[in-house]
Nanobody, 120 residues
């Protein structure tokens, strides 16, 4: 089995910064992509940032403010969030697309979510 464990959420004032971290562990053969999604109350889950094959992609709403970084050796991904806005308030979920063995079958796993609240 595979587990994704997140940390780093919390309450921050507008304009502040937070860093989220996520570590994947368990039966992992290879990770193709790791990323972050978020879900605000009453809204659908949306992609925030993703790292795959050395490339990164960001939602337009966070470009220039958020940075995703990945440590392939440690199976971790982090999200540095700067210049936070109240509209960034959401539960943030770590995501990984990975293979558990040489078969190449891909599996998608999610973390438990961590709350980020931006408020004065």
């Amino acid at each position: 089995q595979v587990q994704l464990v997140e940390s780093g959420g919390g309450l921050v004032q507008p304009g502040g910064s937070l860093r989220l971290s996520c570590a994947a562990s368990g039966s992992i053969f290879s990770i193709y992509a790791m990323g972050w999604y978020r879900q605000a109350p009453g809204k659908q889950r949306e992609l925030v940032a993703i790292s795959s094959g050395g490339l990164t992609n960001y939602a337009d709403s966070v470009k220039g403010r958020f940075t995703i970084s990945r440590d392939n050796a440690k199976n971790t991904v982090a999200l540095q969030m700067n210049s936070l806005k109240p509209e960034d308030t959401a539960v943030y979920y770590c995501n990984a697309d990975l293979a558990r063995d040489e078969s190449g079958k891909m599996w998608r796993y999610w973390g438990q979510g961590t709350q980020v609240t931006v408020s004065s």
